[in-house]
């Protein structure tokens, strides 16, 4: 079964590379929601399946992965930056604070009409941030298209820990997935990290 990842994420891209698997790309350009009346689970999964089902619509025979990534502190949805300014604000939030990362996942094949969704949660701490900690961040990493202005994997170190999995903060939960995608037929290769 061919796999379609429907996001124009490069870390997402590469993320699902680095499970050994073939795959097109094809992004969507459908508008995310940031906020939903029942829970940031079911906010995370919305906009996900948004996303796959935009692209499995005219793929049918495929399998469409959507994913969504949203950053959460308190009651706060911390989606991407409007513009630097903006990723300030959500870095001086997030300073010294424990928070959620919630990437919703769906995988779709309309031909077989089968569906998955799920939802995985990683706790971040982030280390106490001085303005020019945040300015230098800011000047190492494009924060503008990341959930919550920052990327876990890029620029000077921000996070002080994490409790689950590393490859949800940076957009996919790669050990679910991976369970997930083999209920379909597609086995991830060796090459999984």
């Known amino acids: ?32 929601r940031d906020e939903h009346p029942t829970s940031f689970h079911d906010l995370a999964i919305h906009n996900a399946q948004v996303k796959a089902h935009d692209v499995a619509v005219r793929h049918p025979d495929a399998l469409v992965l959507g994913a969504d990534t949203i950053v959460v502190l308190g009651n706060e ?69 990341k959930a919550g202005a920052y990327a876990i994997q890029e620029g000077p170190p921000i996070v002080a820990g994490i409790e689950g999995s590393y490859s949800n903060v940076i957009g996919l939960p790669l050990e679910r997935l991976a369970a997930e995608l083999c209920e379909f037929g597609i086995a991830a290769g060796s090459e999984r990290h």
């Open 77 to 145: 949805v911390f989606g991407k930056p409007s513009d630097l300014d903006d990723a300030r604000r959500m870095l001086r939030s997030l300073s010294g604070q424990g928070h959620s990362v919630i990437t919703g996942v769906c995988l779709i094949c309309r031909a077989e009409n089968r569906e998955r969704v799920f939802t995985v949660e990683t706790r971040v701490r982030f280390r106490e941030l001085a303005e020019a900690d945040i300015e230098q961040y800011l000047d190492a990493v494009d924060v503008l298209d």
């Open 1 to 32: 079964m061919k796999l379609i990842l429907a996001s124009a994420s490069p870390r997402r891209t590469e993320l699902l590379k680095s499970l050994g698997l073939q795959f097109d790309v094809m992004p969507t350009g459908v508008a995310e």
